[in-house]
């Protein structure tokens, strides 16, 4: 038997590594492939290789039944004289077997016994069918067993997986998941490296699509606030937190004031740096307190560990609803709790009432985490069902006849209860997937879509719709019940959730319908519509293999449109004035962390970035700038073909994450960001004149043009003018006529040259020469591979310079990751540095008309820059970076600021930017 069609590149790359692994005596494999890549024939045909007894277990029926198939495939007339039978049964009865995770983890948590012991081990707690399915396994000998999505397994499982391994020692083990390494927890990953060691084979998203085996897509998202009635309902909220937060700062609230305690705590006897080793959220916390300028950080103290910078672009915002938690916590349990004082008696009172409302309980031990009443109004506002119709009519206008939208949500009907204060502002079908069908049927233009709502117990959708569905199901008996009040009916008949999903998959993809409303349990893992144009995610996980599953639904190619699209959108609902107004938008955050698109100027970047070039994870956007933001998207959701060519599919790739830096300019001019002239494929030069101490130092290729006329020159104008004047008898004229000339002449064009000499050094230097001089620095100092020459940068349509390393061999990821750390200190905010390194400011150029280079002089103003944390460890690796830094942008020595001087310095400009930039880090793919 062999495989039914060839292995793509990535199925042999997969495979060859498994391979490699095997020849070394490795028995358990852990292999990363994205939805569609093909991980089901990488472990079919593992199994064939293996030649042994093989148990596959899969998370739900529908994948079960792919692997059946795919072995049947595997085994067809033509293909093997031999076939090998492939069962579903818990019996083992064939020599190949699928089966679902339910078969085995079906746990048995029944109450015990009074005086009954608890059964030892985690095999104990499964259901004796479970029990028994593990025995089966350990009788059949040495097997091979494939555990397909296996982060299934992570998140439910945990320890339970290793005790099942443990009952098979012989087994070849081979986990299969679409899930990035990088996405799992710390003990999820540190389980997995217990279990199978380290990961066998990583094929990226990116990757797949630039290979062509998956379709391009973009991802959007659609900005809102709540609807007036939610907005009332959050100001209200709003208040009682703002009551709260103002009592804070009042100096007679508590018998020890929030405030007081604050610079006990955080500028007391304990430095900053031990304070963030120990609990590293709380002075997070502090650290944006401290941004907001309630507490004032000791001169002198780095607010560094060791020897990293702890004041990074997550600092600059004002605390959020988590940060007053968790500082206010601590207060509570240091001086509030155990106080008999009325004053903080009346302090836990007024924490009591007011926490609730962002969350937070106050229990006799601290605080206790609690959902937020406001982001249940959030993730479930009525503006979402607006924004689906305005989405879907959009993408309707834009594909016609082939739209086929996917629209996924979390339940079929909302069931959890809200409390009586919310009962009037979220109904109790908001969230829910019949909502979005209601919305969908409630418009005119989207009704005509025919959407469909399908979900593990109904089938629903406008009566008519519903009646062209049934005839095409003539095998069951299927009638249409009467609509409800939305005008929404369900079909009724004898017939299982197999059959309709089956169904209504072939209703979408011949046209049918062309929306599609599920749940995320039905549609988001396992369920193939390669016909689906993208999706609306009305759904609140943020769980990374839930994510990748989900957005996976839309990117399977479709035989019937080539040049498909993608476009996945996600909707969130943002409060700008309340203390948990943004918990939809972390949420949106969380989405899209460690998910890479590609963005709007063709880079494939991670994360809310790849949306939108101005999106940050540590803070939504300005509800001003929503109308214009959801209107880009739109234009994007137009611009499919752009979207196609900036994926550059079949283009090399070296499928490698590397760290970039973007500086945004904080002025409307962005010259003095960029060098002339706009990027370059090559590496940069350095500026023909930098600014030091001793005046303007040209480089090696530049000169300084004298004002004054050279010897040849005079004779040439001497010879040229004779002719004119000899008639004259003009001779004695000649000699200062001639002078006049050839200095009048030349004397503009050099005056210019002399004047761009000056304005190059002593202008503010743009970042890429900032850059170059990092870059540079770490290469001299011998912590990098690479230098300057691998500087590349670009300027993107907002007007940001993305900067990165263009490094290779072993070491390119470390480098790119270190210089880009290195670059965002070296132009960001003043933190701690050991050593600042200085940047001159000379007299304007106009002044400067006669006399040498060294005429141009410093003014006593300097601006400051970090030596980053790198290069600051040491005094020679900071000479390093100051050798670098005078090349590409002049300066002097670098200052350390453990000395007395050095520590005046640093206490002047500490938390200031000494570009007109902001510095964020980036993860970019290529």
Known sequence: MRAPYPFRRHQGEALDALAAARATGRSRAWVVLPPGAGKTLVGLETIRRERRPAVVLSPNTAIQG????????????GQDPHPVPVGSDRALQHPVTALTYQSLAVFDDLPREPGEDEPPGELHRLHPHGRALVEAMRDAGPLTL?????????????RLLAAVLEQLPDAVVLGLTATPPTSLSADQAALVHELFGDVVHETSIPAVVKEGHLAPFVDLVWLTEPSPTEQDWVDGQRERFAELTTALVDPTFGSTPFLTWVDQRFAGQ???????????????????LLHAGLWRHPDGEPLSREGVDLVGEQHRRAPSSEDWALLVGDWYAGCVRDSVDD???????????????????LTRTGLRRGRSPVDRVLARSESKADALTAIVGAEHRVLGDRLRMLVICDHEQATATVGADLRDVVPPSAGSARRALAALLADPHTASLGPVMVTGRTVAGAPATLERLCARVEEHDLSVGEPDRDGISQVVGVWTSRDWVRAVTTFLTEGGCRVLVGTRALLGEGWDAP?????????TTTTPGSIVQTRG?????????????????????????????DNDWQRTVRKHQGYFGVDETGDVVDGVAHVHPSFSPFAPPDPATFDATNAAMLVRAEQRDRVREAWAVGEPYVDQVRASVWVRPNAARVAVLVPDGGPSAGSPAPPAAVLDADGLRLDAGATWPALGVAPATLATVLGLAGAQVAALGAWPLLLPLAVGLAVLGRLPGRLRTRRGLIAAATGAPDVVAVACAVADGLHRAGLTSTGADAVRWRLDSEGRVRCTLEATGPSAGPDCD??????????????SPRYLVPRYVAVPATAVVAGGPERVRPTEETVWHPVPTALGVRAELAGHFAASWRRWVGGGEPQYTGSPAGAGVLAAVRGTSPLAGTAVLRQSWR
């Open 66 to 77: 792919q692997w059946v198939r795919g072995w049947e495939q595997m085994c067809e007339p």
């Open 146 to 158: 494939v555990l397909d999505e296996c982060h299934h397994l992570l998140e439910t499982w945990g």
């Open 270 to 288: 304990v430095p900053f740096h031990r304070v963030a080793e120990a609990e590293p959220d709380l002075a997070d916390a502090a650290l944006r």
């Open 343 to 361: 004053r903080d008696v009346d302090v836990a009172e007024g924490l009591r009432r007011a926490l609730p409302s962002v969350g937070w309980q």
């Open 531 to 539: 016909a689906a144009t993208g999706l609306v995610d009305l759904s």
């Open 553 to 581: 639904r839309t990117l399977r190619l479709d035989p019937r449109d080539p040049a498909k699209v993608a476009v996945n959108w996600t909707v969130c609902t943002v409060a700008a004035d309340h203390p948990r107004g």
């Open 818 to 831: 270190l210089f880009a750390a290195s670059l965002a200190e070296c132009v960001g905010p003043v933190g």
